[in-house]
């Protein structure tokens, strides 16, 4: 039984009162400041360096997955048992970025498949939104950490070139950032998340917007009523992408 948009708030743990902040403006918006952030410079350590990070912008899909799943850039790849390089329609309007596979993720070969992954299928559910349907879900590294730590610079500076071609050929209308890894990966930017919520940064002229990642929303339930303001913003820079 298909759920309502109200159901799945009270699901995410947010009041169907949050809708109500949404409702179209009576005035036209004020314009949403917009952060240029274009692909900043993340060189790649040199030792990580090797032919399979190079020339990027000539792979298509399969060549791009194929790489991916043979990458051996930086040591993550040493205790991962598959590489998981994204999931979803690869004609997406929205483009969700994650940090690293975990546990579950690592054993499956697909991304926020454990507990976030299902808090994250509440909060595009919440939007009319599902994974695999104008959505494409990708992380800022495509092999497990250890322990499921957050990636470390240079692991993201060496897997970036896949997040980067994957953008290019993805086309998403909007970018929303899961996390703080991945708003280091895309943006170069680390700051701390509560100073770049709700501003409008730009990917190579796509929107893109900032909030929590699921996990950390598991562990700081009140904090997913801002997470919901966060999708609301994303959607209104695209529909603002839309006019």
């Given amino acids: 039984m298909s759920l309502s948009r109200e159901q799945m708030l009270v699901e995410m743990g947010i009041s169907p009162l949050w809708v109500l902040r949404d409702a179209p403006p009576a005035s036209p918006p004020e314009p949403i400041p917009v952060v240029a952030a274009d692909a900043p410079a993340v060189e790649l350590v040199p030792e990580q360096a ?40 690869r004609n997406p309007v929205w483009l969700f970025i994650g940090e690293g596979p975990g546990a579950e993720e690592d054993m499956r070969g697909e991304p926020f498949v454990g507990q976030a992954g ?6 595009l559910a919440a939007l009319d939104l599902a994974r695999g349907d104008k959505v494409y879900i990708a992380n800022a590294v495509k092999c497990r950490p250890p322990n499921n730590r957050t990636p470390e610079a240079a692991e993201m500076a060496a897997c970036r070139p896949w997040l980067v071609r994957q953008i290019e050929l993805l086309k ?34 796509i929107p893109v917007a900032v909030t929590y990642h699921p996990a950390y929303l598991l562990r700081n339930l009140p904090d997913k009523a801002k997470a919901w303001e966060d999708l609301l913003f994303a959607r209104r820079l ?3 992408v839309n006019q």
């Avoid at 000539?58 to 999931?87: F, H």
């Avoid at 299902?118 to 909060?123: G, R, W």
């Avoid at 929303?176 to 991945?182: E, F, R, S, T």
Wanted: aromatic share 4%; proline share 5%.
């Fill in 50 to 89: 090797s032919p399979s990070t190079v020339a990027t912008d000539t792979m298509d899909w399969p060549t791009l997955e194929a790489a991916i799943s043979e990458c051996r850039n930086c040591g993550l790849c040493q205790q991962r048992k598959q590489a998981v390089p994204g999931v979803g329609d």
């Fill in 238 to 240: 695209l529909k603002r």
């Fill in 172 to 205: 998403p209308r909007v970018i929303v950032l899961l996390g703080k890894a991945a708003v280091h990966s895309v943006l170069g930017d680390d700051r701390a998340l509560g100073a770049m919520r709700g501003q409008s940064f730009e990917y190579k002229g």
């Fill in 118 to 123: 299902k808090l994250l299928d509440a909060m």
